[in-house]
């Protein structure tokens, strides 16, 4: 059977890494052709580290880069968050090669996305 | 951001307002095609002179490939003066495909070399997020703003207890929508402007004043 390889990754999983690891194993994976669903996405930090390392990576023809898609955090705009700016939690993330996963619609609470097979 | 870095943060502002730390440095960002260059034009042509750009514009995307600054922009608003450093960066994207450009009318070699410079830029752009003391995060209104860079973004930009100033730019085309803007990121504050129309310009130096000054 052909398809696509869906990788559900847990937080115990991808809290185990360091920084530089889970950016390292997500752009390994991706660029095998697979798409990843992490149960607690990235840092804010790790993001751009991995839209940077990503960039990098990029050939022509080869790999024109990522498709990454999570929710934006919960804002608490109530006085006491604004005080004491809560840091916000990290939220499901989705990521996948960007010429198999295209992203359809996008919300603060849905992700919706087209996977394709073909490249 | 843990108890202690957040109060050495908040000591170096302080500290910084109580000595008079001149030019804060604020970084433009955006994805591409915001309008993050035609705003920096139209600031540096409000407040430095008409022959001052910060770079050429153009409708196919990453046309900035490298971060650009202008230090000391004073700013008139709200009866102050502040005094800005203002850095026009590329394009944040996590997909570069040179084929976008090639049907954007060219050729394969530009189009190559184009993509290749945008992916350093890119690199540029992420790298000048430590050395910024905010960030003014360019959206077009006439599209989704839930994207990724701008979820990025600003997560960096609450993660460093750092000021941000969200624009909600292209209010002149009719498909505008600014409100979905706000409603997307209401912990922020937001200026709806047309860079290119100059509308909005007055309320978005005043925000500017306010969040930077």
């Not at chain 1, 559900?8 to 360091?18: D, F, G, H, P, V």
């Not at chain 1, 004491?84 to 499901?92: E, G, I, Y």
């Not at chain 2, 292209?170 to 600014?178: I, S």
Request: charged share 25%; glycine share 6%; with cysteine.
């Amino acid at each position: 059977m052909q398809g696509i390889q869906l990788d559900l990754i847990s937080e115990a999983k991808i809290s185990q890494m360091a920084s530089m690891e889970k950016v390292r194993y997500i752009i390994d994976e991706v660029r095998k052709g697979k798409i990843l669903v992490l149960e607690k996405g990235l840092n804010p930090m790790e993001e751009a580290k991995l839209i940077e390392m990503t960039m990098s990576a990029i050939q022509p023809d080869v790999f024109s880069g990522i498709e990454m898609q999570s929710y934006p955090a919960n804002a608490d705009t109530s006085l006491l968050g604004k005080f004491f700016k809560k840091q916000s939690s990290k939220r499901l993330t989705v990521i996948g090669p960007a010429n198999q996963l295209k992203t359809l619609k996008k919300d603060r609470n849905l992700i919706s996305a087209l996977v394709s097979a073909s490249k | 951001m843990n108890m202690i870095k957040r109060f050495k943060v908040s000591f170096s502002k302080i500290f910084n307002k109580l000595f008079k730390k001149k030019g804060a440095c604020i970084g433009i960002y955006g994805p591409p095609n915001a309008g993050k260059t035609t705003l920096s034009n139209r600031i540096l042509r409000d407040w430095v002179g008409a022959e001052e750009t910060m770079g050429s514009v153009s409708h196919i995307a990453h046309e900035t490939r490298h971060a650009k600054r202008r230090n000391a922009v004073a700013i008139e608003a709200n009866g102050h003066t502040i005094s800005l450093d203002i850095v026009d960066t590329p394009g944040l994207a996590t997909k570069i495909d040179f084929h976008d450009f090639m049907e954007q009318g060219l050729s394969d070699v530009e189009s190559k070399k184009r993509s290749k410079e945008a992916t350093e830029g890119v690199i540029e752009a992420v790298k000048w997020l430590d050395d910024l003391d905010g960030v003014i995060l360019v959206m077009d209104s006439t599209e989704n703003p839930y994207t990724q860079v701008n979820v990025t973004v600003i997560g960096n930009m609450e993660a460093r207890n750092l000021p941000l100033l969200i624009v909600a730019n292209k209010v002149d085309l009719p498909n505008a929508d600014p409100a979905v803007i706000k409603e997307a990121f209401p912990q922020h504050p937001m200026v709806p402007v047309s860079a290119l129309e100059g509308i909005g310009m007055d309320s978005f130096y005043e925000a500017l004043a306010k969040q930077f000054g």
